[in-house]
């Protein structure tokens, strides 16, 4: 599907006042589109140990349409960098590999882990593509807790600074425990095994000094 995923990098990016200053761009979404605001808040704070930022600065916020219209995906992109100073709207190439049980204009249980990288820059795009959604994705979902999980494709031409954004929703226990993480608690072996074939598989498309991680909220709001 279609999507757009606009970083807003203003601190003071609250969902109350994103969702207000959204209301010009949801009156003009295709009847099917869904939005959902991802915000660093005190509720996601107590993931802050997994932040890494390679590439500063991290989002403070993300606000995510799919859904969408592909002859309606640049306009919208526009709009949403006019409205938000310093913001980066990208459209995506978007799969939905794990959807989770939204409900709307609720938090969404846990955190979601955004996370933006560059492909390796010795393989080819098509290389990247095939590693990261025909092999890479069983490994995702086997070796941790993920209870949501999208991947977003950055549509080619668009220079942003990174080829990929990846949303993770894990359950709030794994803030604070890299077993929960890893889906390996009270089991020492199974969290080293997860731990390097993520790792490693992760080694095959990503270039490693290229990734940026935030965990956020998440509400949903069409």
Not at 48 to 68: E, S, W
Not at 70 to 79: D, H, M, N, R
Not at 93 to 119: A, E, K
Not at 147 to 162: D, H, I, P, S, T
């Amino acid at each position: 599907m279609i999507s757009i995923r606009c970083l807003i990098f203003d601190a003071e990016a609250s969902k109350v006042a994103l969702q207000e200053a959204l209301q010009p761009v949801l009156q003009k979404l295709p009847d099917g589109a869904e939005v959902r605001l991802l915000v660093d808040d005190e509720d996601s704070a107590v993931a802050a140990a997994y932040q890494q930022c390679a590439k500063p600065p991290l989002p403070k916020a993300c606000i995510c349409l799919d859904n969408l219209e592909e002859s309606q995906a640049f306009v919208l992109k526009t709009e949403l960098e006019t409205l938000f100073t310093g913001a980066i709207a990208t459209i995506f190439d978007t799969r939905l590999v794990l959807r989770p049980d939204w409900q709307i204009g609720q938090r969404t249980s846990g955190t979601v882990q955004l996370c933006t990288f560059q492909q390796r820059s010795d393989i080819s795009r098509e290389q990247f593509i095939t590693i990261w959604r025909d092999s890479h994705t069983q490994i995702a979902i086997d070796t941790q807790s993920t209870f949501g999980y999208f991947q977003n494709l950055a549509v080619e031409g668009q220079n942003r600074g990174f080829d990929a954004l990846v949303e993770e929703h894990f359950p709030i226990e794994a803030a604070t425990s890299p077993e929960a993480f890893f889906d390996a608690v009270d089991d020492p072996a199974k969290l080293k095994h997860n731990i390097d074939c993520m790792m490693e598989s992760c080694a095959r498309f990503i270039q490693q000094d290229t990734i940026n991680v935030i965990h956020l909220s998440e509400y949903k709001i069409k």
